[in-house]
């Protein structure tokens, strides 16, 4: 058993006046589970503010569970109130310990930045992918994991200070690898796609990424152990930089840190 804290994790709000006084911890091995329940926390003492007073506003709050199991493990969480409500699951954040640690956006960040790929048919947007959108969540999550390959492929070592924009640069070519995996025939003209505008965003970031990387001392791509950004490699392999092409269009086509020790 090992020791993790979640950092700074915010409730959902509740407009009918019921705290949330519980929090559960799930532990899975990928970012799709399988879940398994490792610790529930049946007090809010352990937060400043204790149980909020006003549920619509709930306040930030970290826990530390002495359950985890997983070095590498993937984590949500559940809300609970007293009479038995729960909230749905939060989204799943890996411990930080790989390669992808502090630069992965989540499918939720990469669908409000692509909101107008999020139509799930009669629904209208979601702001976000889902199992009714296309691509669906999954399949966004693939996207994600190869474009934060390929640019780890690029750059090499990240000094620590350099994650939040490389974590950027990550969200254009994954949106860029959502057009041409789902979009082909509109990526094809321009005016359909906006292809063409995340790579002109893409090619100037990453060569500005390129000279700031260069210009640093050589660092770890391991943030330091005991203050993990709470995002990661899911477990797939690194991909080839060049798996999509960048100098040619298809024919045709909040989360919290954690500590770990």
Known sequence: MANITFEDYRPPERTDG???????????????????????????AWS???????????ASRSFTTDDATLPDGW?????????GGQSDPSEAVQNGASAQAGIRPTVHE???????????GTAGLQGTFNDDTRPTADQADLMID?????ILGQLGDIPDRLRVRVRSVVILLAAMYVE??????????????PWQQYKDLYDDQIAALERAVAGNEPG?????????????LNGRAAHDPHSFPLDHRPA?????RRHWW
């Open 48 to 58: 400043p503010s204790g149980v909020d007073s006003n549920p619509r506003y709930p």
């Open 18 to 44: 019921v705290a949330w006084s519980q929090v559960r911890v799930y532990e899975g091995p990928a970012s799709t589970g399988p879940w398994t329940l490792i610790d529930t926390i049946t007090s809010l």
């Open 146 to 150: 190869l474009a934060a390959n390929a």
């Open 180 to 193: 041409q995996s789902y979009y082909p025939d509109q990526v094809a003209n321009e005016d359909q796609s």
């Open 110 to 120: 990469l669908g409000a930045f692509m909101r107008a790929r999020t139509r799930a």
């Open 252 to 256: 045709g086509g909040y989360w919290s």
């Open 220 to 232: 770890s791509r391991f943030p330091r152990m005991g203050s993990i950004p709470a995002y990661g």
């Open 75 to 83: 984590y949500r969480v559940i809300w609970l109130d007293n009479g």
